[in-house]
């Protein structure tokens, strides 16, 4: 099943809190795992990306930790800022096509001074 | 850096009209172009994935008849909404990668008005 699914569908979060954020896929044959954010009336942005190989890709206040065996993931944002207020898509791209991914349907992410 | 621009941002076409988009890559090599649709409820669609000495491929429920896609060199690439009806709404993301390259790139969009 080529499906990326996102959870929660909305957070919440109070500024300096960590928010965190979850996907899960079900196809083994994903390997590479962005994550985009996307402001209101831009394009996604690629933010932080992880390989199945790794287990934890630390990029300044933005954290991916990978499960392999239970496909999960999450991304963790520490100290959150107002301006991280956005929403958030966990992507994935299928190994046997090294050009497509598939998207998750995003987290919305409000962070609140 | 990479960038990715698209033109128009926003575009107003009537009902049963066409309206063509385009996408440019300034700074790399764009190899392959993926066109998605974003609806309003943020949810993204593949419609077609054009990569550099291949076919363009068409995902399911998208057809070149319809979404003609052109990718005539490594920076440059235009899609075409044919006879647009109110379901073609949307925001229309290019996305473009670079030989060997893991990221893919995307344009700030063309936003599709139909009315």
Redesign the interface.
Known sequence: QQQVRQSPQSLTVWEGETAILNCSYEDSTFN?F?W?Q?FPG?????LI?I?SVSDKKEDGRFTIFFNKREKKLSLHITDSQPGDSA?Y?CAA?IGTNA?????G??THLHVLP | GAL?Y?YPRRTICKSGTSMRMECQAVGFQAT?V?W?RQSP????E?IA?S?VNSAIKYEQNFTQEKFPISHPNLSFSSMTVLNAYLEDRG?Y?C?A?DWGG????????TRLTVL
């Open positions: 590479y962005p985009y996307q831009e394009g996604p942005a690629l990306s390989s929403t898509f791209r050009y497509k991914v598939i998207f349907k995003g | 990715v698209q392959s993926a998605y409820q943020k949810t993204f593949l994935l990569t925001l993301l996305g990668r893991y990221e893919q790139y995307f344009g700030p969009g």
